[in-house]
T-cell receptor, first 114, second 112 residues
Framework: DTGVSQDPRHKITKRGQNVTFRCDPI?????LYWYRQTLGQGPEFLTY????????KSRLLSDRFSAERPKGSFSTLEIQRTEQGDSAMYLC????????????FGQGTRLTVV | SQQGEEDPQALSIQEGENATMNCSYK?????LQWYRQNSGRGLVHLIL?????REKHSGRLRVTLDTSKKSSSLLITASRAADTASYFC????????????FGKGITLSVRP
């Protein structure tokens, strides 16, 4: 257990529905990342936060994706109008402040869009 | 886009043998990190090497970094069946607020 928790662990949804995932990072970590991973691939960067500020969002991310980190604590990732291509593992990672720090990953949320 | 590219894509060895995995990247970096992922699980950090370091050890792990060639290698000595997993290199580019970017990974199988 890395101390980063994600909820739910699995989500099956019908195409066109909205889904929301939650990540609770390690409490003293100020950086939080979201990644997406498909089978046989490495984690693909989606977005990241430093405290409550969203510093970067991948250009690959459509407007259907939005993330928040209110008060710099937990974060949510919402996907609107899901498509089958959104099926993937969504990973959250948190980092301590400062240079050269490692990522602590949650177990991920596996999304299946049917 | 993915910054690092690992080589080989898959590696199968006998228990007790050493496993060497390579990673190449494209831009200047602050550090390079190696992670491990067991099937269907989250990633676990293994080792971090800073851009001004050339070699680092942690238990059975040895990582090297050659910034002139923009490459790194991860050596696992005396492999065990439990080392079977996917291994990813990740780089943090130079500059403030730089994100951590992963390669596609190497699948390591260690036969008992």
């Amino acid at each position: 257990d890395t101390g980063v928790s994600q909820d739910p662990r699995h989500k099956i949804t019908k195409r066109g529905q909205n889904v929301t995932f939650r990540c609770d990072p390690i409490s003293e970590h100020n950086r939080l990342y979201w990644y997406r991973q498909t089978l046989g691939q490495g984690p693909e960067f989606l977005t990241y936060f430093q405290n409550e500020a969203q510093l970067e969002k991948s250009r690959l991310l459509s407007d259907r994706f939005s993330a928040e980190r209110p008060k710099g604590s937990f974060s949510t990732l919402e996907i609107q109008r899901t498509e089958q291509g959104d099926s993937a593992m969504y990973l959250c990672a948190s980092f301590r402040a400062g240079m050269d720090t490692e990522a602590f990953f949650g177990q991920g949320t596996r999304l299946t869009v049917v | 886009s993915q910054q690092g590219e690992e080589d080989p894509q898959a590696l199968s060895i006998q228990e007790g043998e050493n496993a060497t995995m390579n990673c190449s990247y494209k831009t200047s970096i602050n550090n390079l990190q190696w992670y491990r992922q067991n099937s269907g699980r989250g990633l676990v950090h293994l080792i971090l090497i800073r851009s001004n370091e050339r070699e680092k050890h942690s238990g059975r792990l040895r990582v090297t970094l050659d910034t002139s060639k923009k490459s790194s290698s991860l050596l696992i000595t005396a492999s065990r069946a439990a080392d079977t997993a996917s291994y990813f290199c990740a780089t943090e580019r130079t500059g403030a607020n730089s994100k951590l970017t992963f390669g596609k990974g190497i699948t390591l199988s260690v036969r008992p």
